[in-house]
């Protein structure tokens, strides 16, 4: 764990340094007194990058597809035959989409309030050590999350604010699904929802100027207590940071390392046996992450195209230690439409 926080803070103070070099403008503030740039920049991926000024509001969508293909074992990829030798059923492949619902308002130019409602369906693959396949699914509206974006410091065309979320238990944990055993609940990764209330607290550092932007958030989610499966999912810590160039008024592109650290589940749902298959035990569900993340925004200038943004990021991992054997993430495709008035 020492070595992961270690990585997380070199990110961070890459960050605070090389992106924040050459001589910094001063932001170009409207009547508000804040700026223009407040949200045309920053990477799609990012949640609560940005706050507004007092009564301004937005509503956002993003569609995200994540695509997992084998197995990994710290940082070995494992074939399924090796999985085989020490569970009746291997994983072979999941996907994952997310549809997500955010809306935003700010009461007054500290305080930004947002709210955002995901929509997951999950599909997992298998193989036995017979030689059979399947395939499970689920699919439902995940935990409703709420958060206050608290600005802390000010000065220049420069800011940091405090993220400060909670999620709600509104997403399933119970899903079931048709399998060679029957009718059985899903393994932890198949559910919806965390099943406790969780605490999202952050950190976000934003720069701006005409020509571009930069940034990096430390996040976090602490799960509260055991669900009534008698588990709790892992908690994570979350770094990252990113720059953005503009290259004309309605056009930029972005650049984002991030690096994710997660503990294995405590507790065991007793319906699950974590012999059979490796997404079902509570052991093999831990590891660290570094992705790197590429992206580009269309931002609206003027008649009813105004105040509208369609950004799209493809992130892919370049560095992977998961406590397996585990599916290993390949890339996940990020697309976002903002409106703000």
């Given at each position: 764990?020492?070595?992961?926080?270690a990585?997380?803070?070199?990110?961070?103070?890459?960050?605070?340094?090389g992106?924040?070099?050459?001589?910094?403008?001063?932001?170009?503030?409207?009547?508000t007194?804040?700026?223009?740039?407040?949200?045309?920049?920053?990477?799609?991926?990012?949640m609560?990058?940005?706050?507004?000024?007092?009564?301004?509001?937005?509503?956002?969508?993003?569609?995200?597809?994540?695509?997992?293909?084998?197995?990994?074992?710290?940082?070995?990829?494992i074939?399924?035959?090796?999985?085989?030798?020490?569970?009746?059923?291997?994983?072979?492949?999941?996907?994952?989409?997310?549809?997500?619902?955010?809306?935003?308002?700010?009461?007054?130019?500290?305080?930004?309030?947002?709210?955002?409602?995901?929509?997951?369906?999950?599909?997992?693959?298998?193989?036995?050590?017979?030689?059979?396949?399947f395939?499970?699914?689920?699919?439902?509206?995940?935990?409703?999350?709420?958060?206050?974006?608290?600005?802390?410091?000010?000065?220049?065309?420069?800011?940091?604010?405090?993220?400060?979320?909670?999620?709600?238990?509104?997403?399933?944990?119970?899903?079931?699904?048709?399998?060679?055993?029957?009718?059985?609940?899903?393994?932890?990764?198949?559910?919806?929802?965390?099943?406790?209330?969780?605490?999202?607290p952050?950190?976000?550092?934003?720069?701006?100027r005409?020509?571009?932007?930069w940034?990096?958030?430390?996040?976090?989610?602490?799960?509260?207590?055991?669900?009534?499966?008698?588990?709790?999912?892992?908690?994570?810590?979350?770094?990252?940071?990113?720059?953005a160039?503009?290259?004309?008024?309605?056009?930029?592109?972005?650049?984002?390392?991030?690096?994710?650290?997660?503990?294995?589940?405590s507790?065991?749902?007793?319906?699950?046996?974590?012999?059979?298959?490796?997404?079902?035990?509570?052991?093999?569900?831990?590891?660290?992450?570094?992705?790197?993340?590429?992206?580009?925004?269309?931002?609206?200038q003027?008649?009813?195209?105004?105040?509208?943004?369609l950004?799209?990021?493809?992130?892919w991992?370049?560095?992977?230690?998961l406590?397996?054997?585990?599916?290993?993430?390949?890339?996940?495709?990020?697309?976002?439409?903002?409106k703000?008035?």
């Amino acid at each position: 764990m020492n070595a992961r926080i270690a990585l997380l803070t070199a990110i961070l103070i890459i960050c605070g340094t090389g992106m924040t070099g050459g001589k910094l403008q001063a932001a170009h503030e409207d009547h508000t007194g804040h700026s223009h740039h407040d949200h045309a920049y920053g990477p799609i991926g990012v949640m609560g990058d940005h706050t507004h000024p007092d009564g301004a509001r937005m509503i956002s969508y993003r569609y995200m597809f994540m695509e997992m293909n084998g197995n990994r074992d710290g940082s070995d990829r494992i074939s399924a035959s090796e999985v085989l030798e020490d569970f009746p059923v291997s994983p072979t492949d999941m996907n994952m989409w997310m549809h997500m619902l955010g809306g935003m308002w700010a009461p007054t130019d500290e305080v930004t309030l947002m709210l955002m409602l995901p929509y997951v369906r999950n599909e997992m693959d298998h193989v036995t050590r017979m030689g059979g396949t399947f395939t499970t699914e689920s699919e439902g509206s995940g935990d409703l999350k709420a958060a206050a974006l608290i600005s802390l410091l000010q000065w220049g065309c420069q800011t940091i604010h405090i993220n400060a979320g909670v999620s709600f238990p509104t997403g399933s944990i119970d899903e079931k699904d048709e399998t060679p055993m029957g009718r059985v609940r899903l393994p932890y990764p198949m559910q919806i929802g965390s099943g406790t209330f969780d605490l999202h607290p952050g950190l976000t550092y934003l720069g701006q100027r005409d020509d571009g932007s930069w940034g990096g958030q430390v996040s976090g989610t602490v799960h509260l207590g055991e669900n009534d499966n008698d588990y709790t999912l892992g908690d994570r810590i979350c770094g990252t940071t990113w720059t953005a160039y503009k290259w004309c008024e309605w056009f930029s592109s972005s650049l984002r390392v991030e690096i994710e650290s997660w503990k294995n589940i405590s507790g065991a749902d007793s319906r699950l046996d974590p012999t059979l298959v490796p997404t079902a035990d509570p052991d093999r569900r831990g590891g660290t992450q570094v992705d790197l993340g590429l992206g580009s925004s269309l931002l609206g200038q003027a008649g009813v195209l105004k105040g509208h943004r369609l950004a799209v990021e493809w992130e892919w991992p370049i560095y992977r230690d998961l406590d397996g054997p585990q599916l290993e993430t390949d890339w996940v495709w990020t697309v976002g439409w903002q409106k703000t008035w």
